[in-house]
Antibody, heavy 123, light 110 residues
Framework: EVQLVEYGGGLVQPGRSLRLSCAAS????????MHWVRQVPGKGLEWVSG????????AYGDSVKGRFTISRDNAKNSLYLQMNSLRAEDMALYYC????????????????WGQGTMVTVSS | QSALTQPASVSGSPGQSITISCTGT?????????VSWYQQHPGKAPKLMIY???KRPSGVSNRFSGSRSGNTASLTISGLQAEDEADYYC??????????FGGGTKLTVL
């Protein structure tokens, strides 16, 4: 079964750091770009970051650029999001998503999603 | 990058057709063929319904179709069914090599 499972969310104080992880299974992980998308409960979707299959190219949304770092470990079929200098506005459900395009680039169409991990930023 | 503009809500009766619009600029929708649409039911993860403006992933009903005219993309659902009631989001690749989503549209099946 094709599956993405996120973990690592939780309660964190403003200004602190948190690292999210996403475990992939059921497909050849290193054939696809991967992304993080977040959603404030009851609100819309926001693309956070993406990374190509070999980590050769990464991209970030303006609201997280310079604070968040995306990475992957193909040997472990895992995607990560290091979040530093967290703010109240970063509080959201964070989804891991698989790019549907096979190959070298980021196609920005997401055919597999995890169930998300909640990040709460509060003192 | 500003969010794409979608109507907050649309509604229709079973069997009818509805269209959801998604308006951007020449730096996103109008400039690239990478427009996607997602369906999200309450408490669930989004599901890809349309990609590359008008292509349907395997398993998605042919009642769902996508199109684009200028800087506006559209999702049309024909033969509306109760299970189509959900939130719908458009997205587009941008000139900054990033992705932008629309604000979302709540579809109500009357």
């Amino acid at each position: 079964e094709v599956q993405l499972v996120e973990y690592g969310g939780g309660l964190v104080q403003p200004g602190r750091s948190l690292r999210l992880s996403c475990a992939a299974s059921g497909f050849t992980f290193d054939d696809y770009a991967m992304h993080w998308v977040r959603q404030v409960p009851g609100k819309g979707l926001e693309w956070v970051s993406g990374i190509t299959w070999n980590s050769g190219s990464v991209a970030y949304g303006d609201s997280v650029k310079g604070r968040f770092t995306i990475s992957r470990d193909n040997a472990k079929n895992s995607l990560y999001l290091q979040m530093n200098s967290l703010r109240a506005e970063d509080m959201a459900l964070y989804y891991c998503a698989k790019d549907q395009y096979y190959g070298s680039g980021m196609g920005f169409a997401f055919d597999i999603w995890g169930q998300g991990t909640m990040v709460t930023v509060s003192s | 990058q500003s969010a794409l503009t979608q109507p907050a809500s649309v509604s229709g009766s079973p069997g009818q057709s509805i269209t959801i619009s998604c308006t951007g600029t020449s730096s996103d929708i109008g400039g690239y063929g990478y427009v996607s649409w997602y369906q999200q039911h309450p408490g669930k993860a989004p599901k890809l319904m349309i990609y590359d403006i008008s292509k349907r992933p395997s398993g998605v009903s042919n009642r769902f179709s996508g199109s684009r005219s200028g800087n506006t993309a559209s999702l049309t659902i024909s033969g509306l069914q109760a299970e189509d009631e959900a939130d719908y989001y458009c997205s587009s690749y941008t000139s900054s090599s990033t992705l932008v989503f629309g604000g979302g549209t709540k579809l109500t099946v009357l």
